[in-house]
């Protein structure tokens, strides 16, 4: 069975304080690992799409990087406004080819 | 461009009754999914649309769910009758092909009492 795995559940960090959550996956076969931002009562947004170990993509102060294990979501100098739930889901190769998510890192910037 | 709409943004109703949130993606988008989101968990897939065709309801639980996408545009989905474990977020999300990101619309907060 398809199944993701995000740590920690919850990371509290002071502005400007760098680090990264972990994704970790166990599927048939992978076609894409997904990384989503969500808000309080808002909807998922999408960040970015990793294909294959090695792969790396960034936006702003973000960086996701992935392995054939784990991906992780770098965050380097982080600031208030980054403060959300990220969100890790993987598609599988097969079949209808749909997402399954992680249950999610809420991440809280501190001024 | 417009994104995913949804409606209602909230809804509260008794355990029993009957239920139905709306959805129109994105144009142009011809996958459609409806997820499940409980507070403090991933979305949860339960329908997913390629045009007017459903690809994939493993997980919808169909003897009290139902959904429709009619000439493969909008898309509803029913809960009848509702129970307590029903409360949740439900996700509508669109996407160009299977293959391609996922855009999500705001959600629909449902409140079983």
């Known amino acids: 069975e398809d199944q993701v795995t995000q740590s920690p559940e919850a990371l509290r960090l002071q502005e400007g304080e760098s680090s990264s959550l972990n994704c970790s996956y166990t599927?048939?076969?992978?076609?894409?690992l997904f990384w989503y931002r969500q808000d309080p009562g808002k909807g998922p947004e999408f960040l970015f799409t990793?294909?294959?170990a090695g792969e790396e993509k960034e936006k702003e102060r973000l960086k996701a990087t992935l392995t054939k294990k784990e991906s992780f979501l770098h965050i380097t100098a982080p600031k208030p406004e980054d403060s959300a739930t990220y969100l890790c889901?993987?598609?599988?190769?097969?079949?209808?080819?749909?997402?399954?998510f992680g249950q999610g890192t809420r991440l809280t910037i501190n001024p | 461009e417009a994104g995913v709409a949804q409606s209602p943004r909230y809804k509260i109703i008794e355990k029993r009754q009957s239920v139905a949130f709306w959805c129109n993606p994105i144009?142009?988008?011809?996958?459609l999914y409806w997820y499940q989101q409980i507070l403090g968990q991933g979305p949860k897939l339960l329908i997913q649309?390629?045009?007017?065709?459903?690809?994939?309801d493993s997980q919808l639980p169909k003897d009290r769910f139902s959904a429709e996408r009619l000439k493969g545009v909008d898309s509803t989905l029913k809960i009848q009758p509702a129970k307590l474990e029903d409360s949740a977020v439900y996700l509508c999300?669109?996407?160009?092909?299977?293959?391609?990101?996922?855009?999500f619309g705001p959600g629909t907060r449902l409140t079983v009492l």
């Open positions: 144009s142009g988008h011809a996958t």
């Open positions: 990793l294909y294959s």
């Open positions: 999300a669109s996407s160009l092909t299977l293959e391609r990101e996922q855009f």
């Open positions: 889901a993987v598609q599988t190769r097969e079949g209808a080819q749909k997402l399954v």
């Open positions: 649309f390629q045009n007017n065709g459903v690809v994939d």
């Open positions: 599927v048939s076969g992978l076609r894409g």
